[in-house]
């Protein structure tokens, strides 16, 4: 397959991937997700890849169905956000009733969804983004009709349960908003 054709076929994937979480996200109200369930299935060498909090703040919902699936962090306008994982930029842009929506490809077939209220865009599609490296700022969005940030894990074409595969917990606290830094 050449490269004019793996882009085709992950630009399809990705469009499809994209108006699934679009259909799924806008027939689910978020009261949905009262109790939580442990995604099933997702093989065990991928429970060794761990991902970091994209962003410090406050987790007001997490969830995961067989319906949905968000982790909604609180944080702070002017807060940056990092690259859960090191990886390829999928697609970084607006998506409608998303507000700005960063996908990434990372190793063992994982793609991870980091959206809602994002203002500044510091990456763009085919970067390659280390684990950490700054992507985004947090800023009210306009066409998002949620609040905070929202982090998504895919497993190939299945939504597995984020919280399986992070490295803490919980995100670390607030610092404080601030400009981006490399620290």
Known sequence: MNLLERRSAALAALTGWAAFVSAVLATVPAAACSKTQVAKGA?????ATKFDWPVSGRIETQC?????DAINIAAEDGATVRAAQSGEVAYAGPLKRY???IMMRHAGGFVSATYGDIGDLRVKRADHIERGQPIAVIRPAEDYSGTGLKFELRLGPKAVDARRFMSAPEPPPERGAGSLSTE
Do not use: L, N
């Not at 093989?43 to 429970?47: L, Y």
């Not at 995961?64 to 949905?68: G, I």
């Open 64 to 68: 995961w169905t067989e319906a949905t």
């Open 43 to 47: 093989p065990e060498a991928a429970a």
């Open 99 to 101: 507000g700005k929506v």
